[in-house]
């Protein structure tokens, strides 16, 4: 899991490092890699599948923590490969929706990090450029790009995010009126402040502080917070693997607020055995937005892990599978108003 006034989009650079249309292929994927400048003058690198027979509408896959790049080579072979889990997402997308990708600024295309997930290994420019509203900049930036490309269908707009990518995928769509579908995957729903503490009190963090004490360990998770709160704009100082300029910029939100600001369809999924968000944060978002009369479709999955993994299925199984189900709900509403939001009764 693991200055905020935007402006308007301006596309003043150019796209692609192969031209319009055309892209740069990442071998053995089914993407090709283009840029874009956004707003804030930075190049911003993202990847788009393959075109089909048809125009498709845009799946926007918003990735997890940390600052490893999407694609990476891998040794000894030498082949390139995702890292983020965007291969199965491009295969259960087929026929259905383009998937774009988004590097985030500062991450080093195909370079190895030590520690992927965190940014303790990653670039200084990284660790300055990661917070929420600057990668929601150079993602908006991404989705104008290729919804402008051939092969690409403006009818509908999907973001979708997992863990962190959640979180983000919401605070988008809150500031892109064209998105009609916003997936939350393992994204939470209050402050991710809030899923550390519960994660802490149920003893998945800070055991070492206590093996039977929850509010020590939640005093403990505080005490350290409060050194954020200390010296918000690091990007040296460290909370959790992250620097305190993503923390203090994340955590000023949640998909509970985020998505009172979108009127998208919303699609949001949790395993109940997941040590990384909370599931009482999941349950929150899922009751905040049916009392508001939103259109959501929750899934909660039995002894599933952060990557909806469960005992005894095979690798990758769970991941699939749930990819499975945002695409078919996305393909689902072809046709639809694109409203996201129901009806609900009129009060006596």
Not at 109 to 130: D, M, T, V
Not at 132 to 149: G, N
Not at 164 to 189: D, F, I, K, W, Y
Request: glycine residues 12%; neutral net charge.
């Amino acid at each position: 899991m693991h200055g905020l006034l935007l402006v308007g989009l301006c596309l003043c650079g150019s796209i692609g490092p192969a031209g319009p249309g055309d892209g740069e292929p990442v071998p053995g994927t089914a993407f090709r890699q283009y840029e874009v400048t956004d707003e804030l003058g930075r190049t911003v690198s993202f990847f788009l599948s393959e075109a089909e027979e048809r125009p498709l509408p845009l799946l926007v896959f918003i990735q997890g923590s940390g600052g490893q790049p999407l694609f990476v080579h891998h040794e000894p072979s030498g082949r390139i490969v995702g890292q983020c889990g965007q291969g199965p997402i491009a295969r259960a997308a087929r026929g259905k929706a383009r998937v774009l990708l988004v590097e985030k600024p500062g991450s080093e295309h195909l370079a190895a990090y030590e520690r992927p997930g965190s940014a303790e290994s990653a670039s200084e420019l990284f660790r300055r450029e990661h917070t929420l509203p600057r990668w929601s900049v150079a993602v908006r930036a991404a989705i104008a790009a290729a919804r402008r490309m051939p092969g690409v269908s403006s009818e509908r707009l999907c973001v979708a995010g997992h863990s962190e990518g959640g979180l983000v995928a919401c605070h988008v769509a809150a500031r892109m009126p064209e998105v009609t579908h916003v997936a939350s995957l393992a994204g939470g729903g209050v402050t991710q402040l809030f899923d550390l503490a519960q994660l802490a009190r149920e003893g998945h963090m800070y055991r070492h502080v206590s093996e039977d004490d929850p509010d020590a360990r939640v005093a403990a998770l505080l005490r350290q917070y409060r050194a954020v709160l200390a010296d918000p704009d690091s990007a040296d100082a460290m909370f959790l693997g992250h620097p305190h300029r993503r923390w203090s910029s994340f955590l000023v939100t949640s998909p509970i607020q985020e998505l009172r600001n979108t009127r998208a369809r919303v699609f949001i999924a949790q395993g109940v055995a997941d040590t990384a968000t909370s599931v009482a944060s999941f349950d929150a978002l899922q009751m905040e937005l049916m009392a508001l009369g939103r259109d959501v479709t929750a899934r909660r999955v039995a002894d599933g892990d952060h990557g909806f993994a469960v005992p005894g299925g095979s690798r990758g199984d769970g991941w699939t599978g749930m990819w499975v189900e945002v695409l078919d709900w996305y393909a689902a509403s072809v046709g639809a108003s694109g409203s996201g939001v129901t009806t609900r009764p009129a009060r006596p």
